[in-house]
């Protein structure tokens, strides 16, 4: 079947997603495809009192993308990879996995305030909407208070702006796509954060049975070097289980010789037991090396960080189209 005229992208209505949306577009356009844009409510979008760990489904803003895709009502979904769950649902392919932006975490100081990360007085206030920030944090200090906060990035900026938080922790991509990183102070260091599988790329799916339009997207948007470093993330991610709801990252790059470094991170959720450890493996590896690291951190103690975890916020919710 050739891929249809006009080619019809998915997106949630985010300024952030329809940037990612729009530069999709724009690539697809190059290649001389005729390309329309959809905006799609999802439940992470509707629900916003509160914490998306507490929504207790890790599909909060893909589901309804995927019922559109296999309902053929889109060609195209494009996410924010780290968004997409630890396994994709019967029906859905992910074709291509677009060049990462910087992957790290921002810290984003209010505007009232001068200091940097290491100069944050005793007792300072971050906002995150991230179990996996949260932990991290009070992991490197203890002393720090975090409070939750949800929305777009451009809500969050306005709830910090009007606020008495010292800062909000923010994925340093979205800043960068979205022209503000004139509100970047610094980034944090792997070694204090490890970023969100995924963060910083771009996941572009479609129905399983679209095999030409797989194709034709894997051709004209993957970029193989950040899908070799995500997949590895993302095997780490379905190895520990839980996507978002729990408190866990890994980052996967290539090094200056070609092979891929590794860091995975399991934390509970007031820093006191946080679990790391760094592997480099050939980029080959890196998917087994991943599912390895992974269960090493769950032997030496973080399963029991997170079967506490989720043991307080009930079970994980299936995908149901």
């Known amino acids: 079947m050739p891929v249809p005229d006009p080619l019809v992208i998915g997106t949630r209505g985010s300024e952030l997603a329809l940037w990612q949306a729009n530069f999709v577009r724009s690539r697809l356009e190059a290649h001389g495809h005729r390309v329309e844009i959809e905006t799609i409510l999802t439940r992470g979008d509707q629900v916003q009192d509160v914490p998306i760990s507490e929504i207790g489904d890790e599909s909060v803003f893909t589901k309804e993308l995927d019922r559109a895709l296999l309902a053929g009502d889109v060609h195209v979904a494009v996410h924010s990879l780290k968004d997409l769950p630890s396994h994709l649902p019967e029906g859905i ?26 100069d944050l007085p005793e007792g300072a206030t971050l906002a995150t909407a991230s179990l996996r920030r949260r932990a991290q944090i009070k992991s490197w200090r203890p002393d720090l208070t975090v409070v939750p906060v949800r929305g777009n990035v451009d809500t969050r900026l306005e ?7 010292h800062g909000m922790v923010l994925a340093m991509a979205g800043l960068l796509r979205m022209g503000l990183s004139a509100r970047i102070r610094e980034a944090f260091p792997v070694d204090i954060m490890v970023p969100a599988v995924g963060q910083g790329a771009l996941g572009i799916a479609c129905a399983s049975d679209e095999p030409d339009i797989a194709e034709a997207l894997h051709d004209m948007l993957h970029h193989d070097a950040t899908g070799t470093a995500v997949m590895a993330e993302r095997a780490f991610m379905q190895t520990v289980g839980g996507g978002c709801q729990v408190p866990t990252g890994a980052f996967a790059r290539f090094n200056g010789e070609g092979a891929i470094e590794m860091d995975g991170c399991i934390a509970d959720l007031d820093g006191t037991d946080s679990f ?17 690291l992974a269960q090493t951190l769950l032997d030496v103690g973080g399963r029991e960080v997170l079967d506490e975890i989720l043991g307080e916020r009930g079970p994980r919710t299936s995908f149901h189209p």
């Open 93 to 118: 392919t992910l074709a291509a996995i677009g060049e990462r932006e910087d992957p790290g975490d921002a810290f984003v100081p209010h505007p009232s305030v001068g200091a940097g990360l290491r």
């Open 159 to 165: 709830k910090l702006d009007d606020s008495s938080w």
């Open 276 to 292: 790391r450890e760094h592997r480099v493996c050939d980029p080959e590896d890196a998917e087994s090396e991943a599912r390895d």
